[in-house]
T-cell receptor, first 114, second 114 residues
Framework: SQQGEEDPQALSIQEGENATMNCSYK?????LQWYRQNSGRGLVHLILIRSNEREKHSGRLRVTLDTSKKSSSLLITASRAADTASYFCATDAVGGGSNYKLTFGKGTLLTVNP | NAGVMQNPRHLVRRRGQEARLRCSPM?????VYWYRQLPEEGLKFMVY????????ESGMPKERFSAEFPKEGPSILRIQQVVRGDSAAYFC????????????FGSGTRLTVV
């Protein structure tokens, strides 16, 4: 799998349910970020978690990071139809002087049905 | 603060023409990054620039593609002699420091080559 790979590729749930998306990566990282992209639009930054953090919350979002497994999860609680979008994780690699370079996965397409 | 401004939002070019994509970073941001998103894919890093300098162009094709960030004015991504495979969404991001998160993305330019 490539750096910053999300699963599942697509997720369809009912409004009010929770949605969990996972991300795996290969190399050591400084930070991991989650972004949302509505169809045909730009990226919106959701949350950043640093490599020395294990869990972070922001509103209905909960992100976990397990550096030993090189994986992260994004949980959206009490989902709404407006949460329908693609969700991407992005990592920046430690070392090599290129920590500015983000590596994105292919994303999870979340559909929340009203 | 208007955020990262990209224009045009949509650009249609015939094969062999030139495409010029513009990006104005957020006020106070001197670091600019260009990413390309092919259909159904995540974003791929192309180039990182600071004012008047290209820092890292490792993700940019060596032929036909060039980027600049002049002292005055927006950053420009230029694609000469476009081909159908150049059809993609091109996103610009900016930051006040290199690395460490804190990236703001623009809404992108969707290039279609016919």
């Amino acid at each position: 799998s490539q750096q910053g790979e999300e699963d599942p590729q697509a997720l369809s749930i009912q409004e009010g349910e929770n949605a969990t998306m996972n991300c795996s990566y290969k190399t050591s990282i400084n930070n991991l970020q989650w972004y949302r992209q509505n169809s045909g639009r730009g990226l919106v930054h959701l949350i950043l978690i640093r490599s020395n953090e294990r869990e972070k919350h922001s509103g209905r979002l909960r992100v976990t990071l397990d550096t030993s497994k090189k994986s992260s999860s994004l949980l959206i609680t009490a989902s709404r139809a407006a949460d329908t979008a693609s969700y991407f994780c992005a990592t920046d690699a430690v070392g090599g002087g290129s920590n500015y370079k983000l590596t994105f996965g292919k994303g999870t397409l979340l559909t929340v049905n009203p | 603060n208007a955020g990262v401004m990209q224009n045009p939002r949509h650009l249609v070019r015939r094969r062999g023409q030139e495409a010029r994509l513009r990006c104005s970073p957020m006020k106070g941001h001197s670091h600019v990054y260009w990413y390309r998103q092919l259909p159904e894919e995540g974003l791929k890093f192309m180039v990182y620039l600071q004012k008047e300098n290209i820092i890292d162009e490792s993700g940019m094709p060596k032929e036909r593609f060039s980027a600049e960030f002049p002292k005055e004015g927006p950053s420009i991504l230029r694609i000469q002699q476009v081909v159908r495979g150049d059809s993609a969404a091109y996103f610009c991001a900016s930051s006040s420091i290199a690395g460490g998160g804190g990236y703001t993305f623009g809404s992108g330019t969707r290039l279609t080559v016919v």
